[in-house]
T-cell receptor
Framework: GEDVEQSLFLSVREGDSSVINCTYTDSSSTYLYWYKQEPGAGLQLLTYIFSNMDMKQDQRLTVLLNKKDKHLSLRIADTQTGDSAIYFCAESMADKLIFGTGTRLQVFP | IAGITQAPTSQILAAGRRMTLRCTQDMRHNAMYWYRQDLGLGLRLIHYSNTAGTTGKGEVPDGYSVSRANTDDFPLTLASAVPSQTSVYFC????????????FGSGTRLTVV
């Protein structure tokens, strides 16, 4: 099967930057996605990047894509306690999304 | 508020029992999906439907069945529940196949004992 891999946990201090990493498998994926899951809730689309882009910035969020290494990262600037959640990367494959294992981000004061 | 409604929110089920998880959307999305979420494994696709009247198997379809009689409803049935089906189940939809801005429901937490 296809594997989209992420580290399971990340802990950062409030105000610092967070960087969540992801490696994916299908070099033909057209889009790559980041979803956020808050406690007890479903996933919400956070941002996405088209595969011909290297970087996308959206307010405090920066997505970096390294197609050669099949590596995707999400940087959250000035991380706040409200950013505490599980973050999933996902790649498009055969008209469906394949999700990573999720990274639990914990923000402490 | 437009979105996806899942029911029940949580359920404890005896092994061997039959259970249907309900999913209804009011956005007239064509494609719908069922995922299960397990710690350390992320979300895995169980079944999907590209449009009303069609269904397909995902990564982990065994022990589950789905139907798509109309656009709005996409129930997931466990014919004879086993403890390994203890999980959180999420229903999702997208406007069209290939449109990846999925909308997710709030999930059903199922415990099989």
């Amino acid at each position: 099967g296809e594997d989209v891999e992420q580290s399971l946990f990340l802990s950062v201090r409030e105000g610092d930057s967070s960087v969540i990493n992801c490696t994916y498998t299908d070099s033909s994926s057209t889009y790559l996605y980041w979803y956020k899951q808050e406690p007890g809730a479903g996933l919400q689309l956070l941002t996405y990047i088209f595969s011909n882009m290297d970087m996308k910035q959206d307010q405090r969020l920066t997505v970096l894509l390294n197609k050669k290494d099949k590596h995707l990262s999400l940087r959250i600037a000035d991380t706040q306690t409200g950013d505490s959640a599980i973050y999933f990367c996902a790649e498009s494959m055969a008209d469906k999304l394949i999700f990573g294992t999720g990274t639990r981000l914990q923000v402490f004061p | 508020i437009a979105g996806i409604t899942q029911a029940p929110t949580s359920q404890i089920l005896a092994a061997g029992r039959r259970m249907t998880l309900r999913c209804t959307q009011d956005m007239r999305h064509n494609a719908m999906y069922w995922y299960r979420q397990d710690l350390g494994l992320g979300l895995r696709l169980i079944h999907y439907s590209n449009t009303a009247g069609t269904t397909g198997k995902g990564e982990v379809p065994d022990g589950y069945s789905v139907s798509r009689a109309n656009t709005d409803d996409f129930p997931l049935t466990l014919a004879s529940a086993v403890p390994s089906q203890t999980s959180v189940y999420f229903c999702a939809s997208s406007e069209q196949v290939g449109d990846y801005g999925y909308t997710f429901g709030s999930g059903t937490r199922l415990t099989v004992v």
